[in-house]
């Protein structure tokens, strides 16, 4: 006699939750401010507005922009914003930091942009061993924003997981 094979997992309510999903495409791209700068340190405020217009600033369409200064130059606020009004009209989006913040600064804002009805009263799996390069902070984000919706929460895969969070009654989680 035959045994049928039943996927348990595929006819469970759980619903897996891949950040790998949410990575936006586009290019990243680093900004130092330091090359500006005379000897990387030292703005000066003529020299330093020339230089910004002679740059081509369509080349950054669509990009992702972090603004950091790779030295220990003491810059005024705004030569930053100097810059940024410069990468506005093309950049996708324009955050002041390292790659590491422009990635938490994505998720951060998919994460709070996320609809929250489908995930009303189900238990949930947040995929584990995802791509390196998604925030550590993307978690703790995603976790803030359904543990007050979902009915339980895990980690992992549907085969290993680890258990989060659970909902003490059917009202916990619908607050």
């Not at 914003?81 to 998919?110: M, N, Q, W, Y």
């Not at 984000?141 to 989060?164: D, H, M, N, T, W």
């Amino acid at each position: 006699m035959e045994e049928t094979i039943v996927n348990k997992v595929a006819k469970s309510p759980l619903i897996n939750i891949d950040l790998e999903d949410w990575i936006p495409e586009g290019q990243r791209t680093l900004i130092d401010l330091s090359q500006w700068l005379d000897e990387g340190l030292i703005l000066r405020e003529k020299p330093f507005r020339e230089l910004l217009n002679q740059e081509n600033w369509s080349a950054y369409k669509d990009h992702y922009i972090a603004v950091n200064c790779s030295t220990d130059a003491i810059l005024p606020a705004w030569a930053v914003l100097l810059v940024t009004s410069h990468l506005a009209p093309f950049a996708k989006e324009i955050v002041l930091g390292t790659l590491e913040d422009l990635e938490r600064h994505l998720f951060s804002k998919k994460i709070a942009e996320l609809e929250l009805a489908s995930f009303r009263d189900k238990p949930l799996m947040i995929k584990g061993c995802s791509d390196p390069s998604i925030p550590k902070d993307a978690y703790v984000q995603l976790i803030r924003r359904l543990q007050p919706v979902a009915k339980s929460l895990f980690y992992g895969e549907a085969c290993s997981s680890v258990p989060l969070w659970k909902a003490k009654n059917p009202r916990e989680s619908t607050s």
